[in-house]
């Protein structure tokens, strides 16, 4: 039986290309990765959490077999919102992420208030 190809989501702080010496490890696995519309070097031009999922979720559905869903950090709440129904996905594996109920926000999960070190990019409207 063959393995699962694999999908690897970075966290807020990480680029696809900043999982690449992992890739190199992994030899005769199908590797993806997918990159976060949130996040990037152009504020504006970021996307938000719910833009993130969909990216994840078009990344899943790209693959059309089985996938294990490896995320990181942040990486985990947006794969949470896009894969709670996907039928192709095997497992998510939660390293160091936010691991919240479909729906949820880290905010709501840090009970309502901000910690003092995020930062909060607003666009107008």
């Not at 078009?58 to 794969?79: D, F, K, L, Q, W």
Request: charged residues 15%; glycine residues 10%.
């Amino acid at each position: 039986m063959p393995l699962p190809s694999l999908l690897l989501v970075p966290g807020a702080w990480h680029k696809p290309e900043h999982l690449q010496l992992l890739i190199d490890d992994l030899p005769g696995i199908d590797v993806h990765t997918v990159a976060l519309t949130s996040c990037g070097d152009d504020p504006k031009a970021l996307g938000d959490m719910y833009s993130d999922a969909a990216a994840i979720r078009a990344a899943v559905e790209a693959i059309g077999g089985p996938v294990v869903v490896v995320a990181h950090s942040y990486g985990g709440v947006p794969t949470t919102q896009a894969l709670a129904d996907a039928s192709n996905v095997k497992s998510i594996v939660y390293l160091a992420a936010f691991q919240l109920d479909a729906g949820d926000s880290l905010l709501s999960s840090a009970g309502g208030d901000p910690a003092l070190w995020w930062e909060f990019h607003r666009q107008e409207g």
